[in-house]
């Protein structure tokens, strides 16, 4: 098993309140037990736990980091953590930063150029999309902020390797192509699209039941206006069906069948589960064992039983799943998606008819432009 | 540096399931996307670090 990611929250805390956010609205609670800010005696730790690591795994893996919000850590203890990073880390090690961008200033920027991080900033659209969920505590819009933030990456002089795109969870309420155009407008130069969190026990918000497509639907009807463009950014969840479909690789935890392994790095030094997990059942992300990076040695956990069970979980285990000619493509989703009171992740992801509408819309495409899909997936082209 | 084999490169993707691709003259497809997304899989290679460089997005969240 292979390491690419160790996601560290480096605040458990955001400074908004998305209404749909997988650590805060969707029933767990662990947040309440973590530090507010990762400590400096973590940060040591920390770095001296994945240099050692990275002695250990000949493959270079990416550190992220997370939150909570990330830049609520402020600058001073920001250097200190990149600092310690890169003393442990070489360059082509990434480290990179998920955030919503509106506590980012010029001094941040500069660190993140003088430290060689890249930068992703969280927006779902235009201020009327985006103000439908991701929101300030007190109700209030957080868009212009965001974009004050988006424009600091933009100006900045090292912008090209900083600012490394937005990240959006879909609202198949709005339209497609004016999300993309104002992306665009905003000088992304990759955006990827997440579905919102849910399973099959909690219904994702815009979803009528598992037989319906909502979420295919708006991702076909983005398809034509990506397609469409002659000078587009990428759009990484579609780049990975339409590189799957030609019988390529794609990237994306979620799709495919390329294996992906996460750890992920509380502010108090504990190890734990794909984050994302939160959103099936209070501690779902919580291993039995208490692992902490400043007692455990990372190649020790990763090495694990129970971190094996874990990381295997990334397996769709469903017969329908395993039988299914859509797999090689679809990958069975996240885990999470797959998630069942009762049955728990043995079922195929929420999504799975939107994953179907949205492969056979590929593949039409592909094609009626003369190409040939993937022998193995023997899909019907819509 | 990379762990995977030639055989596991055989295995994941061999020539013959590129269809194609590689007489495919990506001037005469309309999509400027599609165009790059046909040279990425012309080049895909399993042995390539490829999905080291910007990371953000490989999971989700």
């Known amino acids: ?382 | 540096m990379f762990e995977a084999s030639f055989e596991a490169l055989a295995e994941v993707a061999p020539q013959s399931e590129f269809n194609g691709l590689f007489d495919v003259d990506v001037k005469t497809l309309s999509s400027a996307a599609l165009a790059r997304l046909v040279e990425e899989v012309r080049h895909d290679d399993p042995l390539v670090g490829r999905a080291y460089d910007r990371t953000h997005n490989r999971h989700n969240r």
Not at chain 1, 89 to 104: E, F, H, V
Not at chain 1, 135 to 146: A, C, M, N, P, Q
Not at chain 1, 200 to 211: A, L
Request: a negative charge; proline letters at 5%; hydrophobic letters at 35%.
């Open chain 1, 1 to 382: 098993m292979r390491i690419d990611t160790v996601l560290v929250k480096v605040a458990s805390r955001c400074n908004i309140n998305c209404t749909y956010c997988y650590v805060y609205n969707m029933g767990d609670d662990g947040w309440q037990d973590m530090p507010a800010l990762i400590s400096r005696e973590t940060i040591t730790a920390l770095a001296d736990a994945i240099k050692e690591f990275a002695g250990q795994q000949s493959q270079p893996f990416a550190t992220v980091l997370h939150g909570g919000e990330p830049l609520m850590m402020g600058a001073r203890r920001l250097e200190f953590l990149l600092t310690a990073l890169r003393n442990s880390l070489p360059a082509r090690y990434p480290i990179s930063i998920q955030t919503n961008g509106m506590l980012l200033t010029p001094e941040i920027a500069d660190l993140f150029s003088r430290f060689k991080v890249s930068v992703s900033v969280s927006l779902d659209g235009p201020k009327p999309v985006n103000d439908r969920f991701r929101l300030g505590k007190k109700g209030e819009s957080t868009h212009d902020s965001v974009v004050a933030g988006i424009n600091v990456l933009r100006s900045h002089p090292d912008s090209e390797f900083l600012y490394a795109g937005l990240l959006s969870v879909i609202d198949p309420a709005c339209d497609p192509r004016a999300v993309y155009d104002y992306f665009k407008e905003l000088g992304a130069p990759s955006i990827d699209f997440l579905y919102r969190d849910g399973n099959h026990s909690n219904m994702p918000y815009g979803k009528e039941s598992f037989e319906s497509s909502e979420y295919g639907d708006w991702l076909g009807r983005l398809l034509d206006v990506y397609l469409a463009d002659q000078n587009p950014p990428r759009v990484r969840f579609l780049d990975d069906i339409i590189k799957l479909s030609l019988g390529g690789h794609g990237i994306k935890e979620g799709l495919g069948d390329a294996e992906y392994g996460i750890a992920i790095v509380e502010t108090d030094g504990t190890i734990s589960k794909n984050d994302t997990l939160k959103s099936s059942f209070n501690g779902a992300d919580k291993f039995s064992e208490a692992w902490s990076l400043k007692v455990s040695k990372l190649a020790d956990v990763f090495g694990s039983a129970e971190f094996k069970m874990y990381h295997d979980l990334q397996r769709p285990t469903s017969a329908t799943c395993k039988a299914c000619p859509y797999l090689r493509v679809c990958g069975g989703g996240m885990p999470l998606h797959r998630w069942r009171n009762g049955a728990e992740y043995d079922n195929p992801s929420v999504y799975c008819n939107d994953q179907k509408a949205l492969i056979s819309k590929v593949a039409s495409r592909l094609q009626n432009e003369g190409l040939k899909i993937d022998p193995r997936l023997a899909i019907q082209s819509a």
